[in-house]
């Protein structure tokens, strides 16, 4: 059975840090791009960072950079996001996603094949 499973959420104050884990199982690790995906209340789900399990090249959102970081052990098939300096506005779900995916390219909402099923963020200001 593939299984994602999110964990690290929680409520901060902003300015403040959380460390979101997603631990994958069921399927093969290696060749699959991992991604982060935010929803906040009221909105359409977004990507925010995604890494390839291969070669370890990583994607961000214009909203996260230099905040946020995407990394990964694959030793433990897990992808963690680090978050720091965080803002009102990142209040919302956070969902780890994976596909089976070649190449440079970060892989749009659609492309997505497993989910997990997500965790809270909640930054107060």
């Known amino acids: 059975e593939v299984q994602l499973v999110e964990s690290g959420g929680g409520s901060v104050q902003a300015g403040g840090s959380l460390r979101l884990s997603c631990a994958a199982s069921?399927?093969?690790?290696?060749?699959?791009?991992m991604s982060w995906f935010h929803q906040a209340p009221g909105k359409e789900r977004e990507r925010v960072a995604g890494?390839?399990?291969?070669?370890?090249?990583?994607h961000y959102a214009d909203s996260v950079k230099g905040r946020f970081t995407i990394s990964q052990d694959n030793a433990k098939n897990t992808v963690y996001l680090q978050m720091n300096s965080l803002k009102p506005e990142d209040t919302g779900m956070y969902y780890c996603a994976a596909v089976t995916w070649v190449g440079d390219t970060w892989p749009e909402i659609d492309d997505y094949f497993y989910w997990g099923q997500g965790t809270q963020v909640t930054v107060s200001s």
């Open positions: 890494i390839h399990t291969e070669g370890g090249s990583t």
């Open positions: 069921g399927f093969t690790y290696s060749s699959n791009y």
